[in-house]
């Protein structure tokens, strides 16, 4: 068992006890919450006349199912379904006394893009969210991690949570990463090498050089999809950085409880001599920028790289290689760039922030979107669309004939209306390419950074961003 570890500082210090099945019982720090996960909580709590026992630890948003047009987002929404689930979420929240960021607060957005923007998300906390993407927490140096419904209705009615504890490999990224390369590049490239079951059993802390360079967005990108590598969570030990970009955010500490909390921070980082279940070393140089060519995140390749054949997969990986190639009618031996794209789409919580936009808009300065390519820029929260417009990068996107949007998942999940059809081809920077992922069975969908999701946009295929002098 590992010990010393940042995962082993902040577990212990919220260990309440240990339950007769084995799993500790563990105090949340924070909880988030949105429509799609939370109303069968509530309904749990309710047949049991229970309260919300810390309201002023748990924050509600709408992501999901929100439309990302100003006309749609009228009440009430036309989807009668939308509509309820968020009348929903405003009567629990009120009644419990929750604060939620709804349409009005101007602070709506995803649940991982909102918590770190307001300083809610911090060092050495346990986070929970009923969302598997909670892992992006992990950026802060906290243990955070998705939950399922019946947790959801524990950490609301005890603010503890039943959990099993996990091994904790060390994932070390040596080396640096070129221009046109990024965090988004990273990820992908490792979960390429460890697979998407690689971390199950495990939580990742990534460490190393590369790591350390990253600033806090591009470390939210990495820890988002630690879950898509199989691992419960990831995390990022806090540094500078992690303080610098905390301070004066508007939940975040202030004065000497900035003071106290950060002697704690300091406390919780993991051990120069900590001991590991498991240590990999991942190399950041001679990256490209990475693009997925099949229908898991971990069917990666560089962009100019051949898809790999099936002789180079054993066993399940060989199958669903065969499946990939066929699902997405791409040849083995044949590089991804050229690749006809139909929809770009940028957002979501892996690259919806402003810096994945800043990125991507380097890009689009001066040049124009493929006309035959629908294009959608959906910020992350309307905090990023708000910054993003203010810095004249949402007119960018729109005179490069991107779609500027509402904050929300929008396609990235097409639970809000905003959908692949058919078996049109998705330039996009979300975190999962299942098949349907985005609204349609035939649907096919290519992973990828902010910056070659521009590039696609304006190519009309999948092509290398560098070339382009994009900075990412
Ligand atoms: C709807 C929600 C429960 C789901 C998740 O847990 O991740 C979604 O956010 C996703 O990305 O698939
Ligand atoms: S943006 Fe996508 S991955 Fe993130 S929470 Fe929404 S649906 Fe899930």
Known sequence: MSSGTLYDKVWERHKVGELPNGEDQLFVGLHLMHEVTSPQAFGMLRERDLDVAFPERTFATTDHIIPTTPEERERPFADEQAETMLQALERNTEEA????????????????VVGPELGLTQ???????????????????????????????????????????????????????GDGVGAKDLILHIIGELGVDGGVGHVYEYAGEAIERLDMEGRLAVCNMSIEGGARAGYINP????????????????????????????????EPDAKYDDVVTVDADDLEPMVT????????????????GPDEFA????????????????????????????VAFLGTCTNGRVSDFREAAAVLEGETVDP??????????????????????AEVFEEAGFQWRRAGCSMCLAMNGDALEGDEVCASSSN????????????????????????????????DARAFGGDA
């Open 97 to 112: 006394g929750i604060e939620f960021f709804d349409l009005d607060s101007g602070k709506q957005g995803i649940a991982h």
């Open 123 to 177: 060092p050495g906390q346990t986070i929970v969210c009923g969302d598997s993407h909670t892992s992006t927490h992990g950026a802060f140096g906290a243990v955070a991690m998705g939950i399922g419904t019946s947790q959801i209705r524990d950490v609301l009615a005890t603010g503890c949570i039943a959990a099993e504890k996990m091994d904790v490999r060390r994932v070390e990224v040596t080396g640096e990463l």
């Open 239 to 270: 540094d500078q950085t992690t303080y610098e970009y905390l301070r004066g955010r508007e939940y975040a500490p202030e004065g000497e409880e900035w003071d106290r909390l950060m002697e704690y921070w300091e406390s919780v980082a993991s």
């Open 293 to 308: 060519w099949g229908v898991n995140p971990g069917q990666v390749v560089g962009v100019t790289e051949p898809v790999p």
């Open 315 to 342: 066993g399940k990986d060989r199958d669903n290689a065969e499946k990939a190639y066929e699902h997405m009618g791409v040849e083995p031996g044949e590089t991804m760039e050229g690749y006809d794209v139909d």
């Open 372 to 393: 035959d390519v629908r294009a959608l820029a959906v910020p992350g929260s309307e905090t990023v669309r708000k910054q993003c417009e203010a810095e004249g990068i």
């Open 432 to 463: 999962r390419n299942f098949v349907g992922r985005q609204g349609s069975k035939d649907g096919r969908t290519v992973l990828m950074s902010p910056a070659m999701v521009a590039a696609a946009a304006v190519e009309g295929e999948i092509a």
